[in-house]
């Protein structure tokens, strides 16, 4: 499987094993970056990773940084993405399963590379459950093609 990959300077240092761990089990790896462990801005790595997956470069993505946060808000902004911030291997296997996620991304200072390694084993691994859950992905790449007009709010 082609994995793409990418990091910010908290998850730098488990990005890198990350990889190895994927070129290990035959994965081919698109390593997005960065290529050190310098501060950079993790909105610009996580649309890397993003719209490799989006644009079929990749069939799933890895991100790392340091709650996983942040790049999972950045890489849902890309239609067709459904990245699941992820700090358990149950939860890697239910947004595979339930949610169709394509893009994994991982917390690099609150979970141990041990435990992430297994959330992308588990992530790569897993099929879509499809079934019930068809419609309901279905239905999130119809939000993506929302757009509240300008000066248009919802009122309470």
């Known amino acids: ?52 997956v989006a644009q079929g ?17 950045t890489a849902n902004k890309v239609a067709g993405i459904r990245a699941a911030n992820v700090t358990s291997v149950e939860f890697a296997t239910l947004a595979r399963e339930h949610n169709d996620a394509n893009v994994v991304t991982l917390s690099g200072r609150f979970v ?5 390694k297994e959330i992308v084993l588990a992530f790569l691994t897993t099929a879509f459950a499809q079934g019930r859950h068809e419609r309901r992905v279905a239905k ?17």
């Not at 999130?140 to 309470?156: C, F, V």
Request: proline share 5%; with cysteine; aromatic share 6%.
């Open 140 to 156: 999130i790449h119809e939000a993506e093609a929302w757009r509240l007009p300008k000066g248009d709010y919802p009122q309470a």
């Open 112 to 116: 141990d590379p041990a435990t992430n």
């Open 1 to 52: 499987m082609k994995v793409a990959v990418a990091s910010d300077h908290g998850g730098f240092e488990q990005k890198q094993e990350i990889v190895a761990y994927l070129k290990e089990a035959g994965h081919e790896v698109l390593d997005l970056g960065p290529a050190d462990d310098g501060s950079v801005d993790y909105p610009d790595f996580a649309l890397l990773v993003a719209q490799a």
């Open 57 to 73: 470069a990749a069939e799933k993505g890895v991100l790392v940084c340091g709650t996983g946060l942040g790049m999972a808000i």
